[in-house]
Nanobody, 113 residues
Framework: QVRLVESGGGSVQAGGSLTLSCSAP????????MAWFVQRPGTERETVKT?????RATSSRDFAKNILDLQLNSLQPDDTGMYYC?????????????????WGQGTQVTVSS
């Protein structure tokens, strides 16, 4: 079992920003895939869609350290939810065909209007 450590959640007002971070400090190899998911109240968990630099949600990965950061900008109340980090020893294509092998406990993001 791989332990994923998440941090950075919290409460912000609309328009604010947060950076979430996920790491796998004890995994001795490079993880094949890391990703962020969000579960909003009353909905199913889904992938956080990231875009290129300058977008509302951008991610950056340090492959050597197995760290995946998620920068959330211009947050809106609809972004409220539990954010989960997921990882897999295989590729993202393979992981998404079934389910990710490893999941973090989640970090709560609450955006108030």
């Amino acid at each position: 079992q791989v332990r994923l450590v998440e941090s950075g959640g919290g409460s912000v007002q609309a328009g604010g920003s947060l950076t979430l971070s996920c790491s796998a400090p004890e995994y001795p190899y490079t993880l094949g895939c890391m990703a962020w998911f969000v579960q909003r109240p009353g909905t199913e968990r889904e992938t956080v869609k990231t875009v290129g630099s300058g977008g509302r949600a951008t991610s950056s990965r340090d492959f050597a350290k197995n760290i995946l950061d998620l920068q959330l900008n211009s947050l809106q109340p609809d972004d409220t939810g539990m954010y989960y980090c997921a990882a897999d020893s295989e590729s993202c294509v393979r992981a998404r065909q079934r389910t990710f092998q490893y999941w973090g406990q989640g970090t709560q993001v609450t955006v108030s209007s």
